[in-house]
């Protein structure tokens, strides 16, 4: 799957916290760009709009995630879209990124889901799993939306389940190692070409080092991600979780890879957990992020904006273990966008995602805030107007020359992710005798957790 990305190489839009107030004293996406737009394409799109849809009066609910430049943008392209089509009003349903799951995962179970919803890739899994027939199959509204622009192998890969096309991804994002130089300088910090983890452990110690105050990392219970499932994929080029639904690694490896997590914690070279979790789901938000306090974080590249560094901002290779086979370092959509089968007016919401994905107004008012766009249009289109965002672009870039194997959708569901994460938040706040019991209570939660989910497939 990953192979099949090297068409959409570039940025991956951020998701900084602004205010709804501040979209809207904000210049339009055309005038940001110093474009006139193509009037032409306009009408024709107005046209295709108008004989496509309803004409009477819709209201569309939209949710998603994400900070201020997301919800800027979005609400930008909203604007744009009504005034273009003044039959249909979106209401916009827009926070953070925690408890998003928690509150669709009710809404969908009620039947009180939006319209349009933002989506992970990997909580598709589950949700396909619970009702295959959640989300409208997108490739029954051709005569809408196009989808041409849209990499098939990439479509087919991450977004079709069943044999339907249940989504459609806003972009490509791929795991991001983002430093401060300022305070990788200030602390006597060198990397080469290529980093390892005892790298980055050796040297992500001496800022804590030269400065009590101040951390290597700044990240939250993402650890589990970033640091601890990556290393284990390094380790044994294996997955999580098998084809079978039994745990892909022994006790001896996830201890391993628990002790290392432990060491960065226990040496400080991430940020105390205690103070991490305040700002859960949305490490970008810590005061001291932006306050040269923290010198780099472990995430995705589609919130690589998420800083005010200047020319201090550099994007670094992933770190690795010595002849790994693989990277680990996962390429995949940034999100997806679906539609729920429970819309009252399919046609508009399908028109809401054409405007958003192949009409030059849309493209421009959401810029690369949910990574860069996904057609070839839309690509070409934010690089003529410079709008890809420069670390995100290199992150992907880096990512694209040695790309981890593609995950399984099973790894990918929140039970698995819940379960390991558990174990390693208790661990790092030393409930555990030894990275080797951690490891041990690992193994043994997921493998019943495991069965429990394989039951429920059958």
Same mark, same amino acid.
């Given at each position: 799957?990953?192979?099949?990305?090297?068409?959409?190489?570039?940025?991956?839009?951020?998701?900084?916290?602004?205010?709804?107030?501040?979209?809207?004293?904000?210049?339009?996406?055309?005038?940001?760009?110093? /474009?006139?737009?193509?009037?032409?394409?306009?009408?024709?799109?107005?046209?295709?709009?108008?004989? /496509?849809?309803?004409?009477?009066?819709?209201?569309?609910?939209?949710?998603?995630?994400?900070?201020?430049?997301?919800?800027?943008?979005?609400?930008?392209?909203? *604007?744009?879209?009504?005034?273009?089509?003044?039959?249909?009003?979106? *209401?916009?349903?827009? %926070?953070?990124?925690?408890?998003?799951?928690? +509150?669709?995962?009710?809404?969908?179970?009620?039947?009180?889901?939006?319209?349009?919803? @933002?989506?992970?890739?990997?909580?598709?899994?589950?949700?396909?799993?619970?009702?295959?027939?959640?989300?409208?199959?997108?490739?029954?509204?051709?005569?809408?939306? !196009?989808?041409?622009?849209?990499?098939?192998?990439?479509?087919?890969?991450?977004?079709?389940?069943?044999?339907?096309?249940?989504?459609?991804?806003?972009?490509?994002?791929?795991?991001?190692?983002?430093?401060?130089?300022?305070?990788?300088?200030?602390?006597?910090?060198?990397?080469?070409?290529?980093?390892?983890?005892?790298?980055?452990?050796?040297?992500?110690? +001496?800022?804590?080092?030269?400065?009590? #105050?101040?951390?290597?990392?700044?990240? !939250?219970?993402?650890?589990?991600?970033?640091?601890?499932?990556?290393?284990?994929?390094?380790? =044994?080029?294996? @997955?999580?979780?098998?084809?079978?639904?039994?745990?892909?690694?022994?006790?001896?490896?996830?201890?391993?890879?628990?002790?290392?997590?432990?060491?960065?914690?226990?040496?400080?070279?991430?940020?105390?957990?205690?103070?991490?979790?305040?700002?859960? %789901?949305?490490?970008?938000?810590?005061?001291?992020?932006?306050?040269?306090?923290?010198?780099?974080?472990?995430?995705?590249?589609?919130?690589?904006?998420?800083?005010?560094?200047?020319?201090?901002?550099?994007?670094?290779?992933?770190? %690795?273990?010595?002849?790994?086979? &693989?990277?680990?370092?996962?390429?995949?959509?940034?999100?997806?966008?679906?539609?729920?089968? &429970?819309?009252?007016?399919?046609?508009?919401?399908?028109?809401?995602?054409?405007?958003?994905?192949?009409?030059?107004?849309?493209?421009?008012?959401?810029? !690369?805030?949910?990574?860069?766009?996904?057609?070839?249009?839309?690509?070409?289109?934010?690089?003529?107007?410079?709008?890809?965002?420069?670390?995100?672009?290199?992150?992907?870039?880096?990512?694209? @020359?040695?790309?981890? =194997?593609? #995950?399984?959708?099973?790894? &990918?569901?929140?039970?698995?992710? &819940?379960?390991?994460?558990?174990?390693?938040?208790?661990?790092?706040?030393?409930?555990?005798?030894?990275?080797?019991?951690?490891?041990?209570?690992?193994?043994?939660?997921?493998?019943?957790?495991? *069965?429990?989910?394989?039951?429920?497939?059958?």
């Amino acid at each position: 799957a990953a192979a099949m990305l090297t068409g959409m190489i570039g940025g991956c839009g951020g998701t900084g916290q602004e205010t709804e107030e501040s979209a809207a004293s904000q210049p339009s996406a055309a005038e940001e760009a110093g /474009a006139e737009g193509d009037g032409a394409g306009t009408e024709q799109a107005k046209e295709e709009g108008q004989a /496509a849809g309803s004409g009477e009066e819709v209201t569309l609910r939209f949710s998603w995630w994400g900070g201020d430049s997301r919800h800027e943008a979005t609400l930008a392209c909203i *604007e744009a879209f009504e005034a273009l089509y003044p039959n249909i009003t979106i *209401e916009a349903e827009y %926070g953070g990124f925690d408890g998003y799951q928690d +509150k669709l995962s009710a809404a969908l179970s009620g039947g009180t889901e939006a319209d349009i919803i @933002q989506m992970d890739q990997p909580w598709m899994a589950t949700y396909m799993s619970q009702n295959p027939d959640f989300f409208l199959d997108i490739s029954q509204y051709e005569d809408i939306i !196009d989808l041409s622009g849209f990499s098939q192998d990439f479509l087919d890969d991450f977004c079709v389940y069943n044999d339907k096309l249940v989504s459609l991804p806003t972009g490509n994002n791929a795991l991001n190692f983002l430093a401060n130089q300022a305070v990788l300088d200030e602390a006597g910090i060198e990397f080469g070409d290529t980093i390892t983890w005892d790298d980055f452990y050796e040297q992500g110690k +001496k800022v804590n080092e030269a400065d009590p #105050e101040k951390y290597f990392v700044n990240m !939250d219970s993402g650890i589990f991600y970033y640091v601890t499932k990556i290393y284990l994929m390094q380790l =044994t080029d294996r @997955q999580l979780i098998n084809e079978d639904y039994t745990v892909g690694y022994t006790v001896d490896e996830m201890e391993e890879a628990f002790a290392y997590t432990k060491k960065l914690y226990d040496d400080k070279v991430i940020l105390p957990l205690e103070e991490s979790m305040i700002f859960s %789901g949305a490490p970008q938000d810590n005061p001291g992020w932006n306050n040269n306090m923290y010198g780099s974080w472990l995430n995705w590249s589609s919130i690589a904006d998420q800083q005010q560094w200047g020319e201090n901002a550099v994007t670094l290779p992933y770190p %690795g273990l010595e002849g790994a086979q &693989n990277s680990g370092v996962i390429v995949r959509p940034a999100q997806l966008m679906v539609i729920s089968s &429970n819309c009252s007016h399919p046609e508009e919401a399908m028109l809401f995602l054409d405007f958003m994905f192949n009409q030059d107004e849309g493209i421009l008012a959401l810029k !690369d805030s949910r990574s860069i766009p996904p057609t070839e249009h839309g690509r070409a289109l934010l690089e003529e107007n410079g709008m890809i965002n420069a670390q995100a672009s290199q992150a992907v870039e880096l990512a694209m @020359q040695n790309p981890g =194997t593609p #995950e399984l959708d099973v790894a &990918n569901t929140t039970e698995v992710s &819940n379960t390991f994460n558990s174990v390693l938040e208790k661990m790092i706040y030393g409930e555990y005798d030894s990275p080797r019991a951690a490891a041990e209570d690992a193994y043994n939660l997921m493998t019943s957790m495991l *069965e429990t989910v394989k039951a429920d497939q059958q």
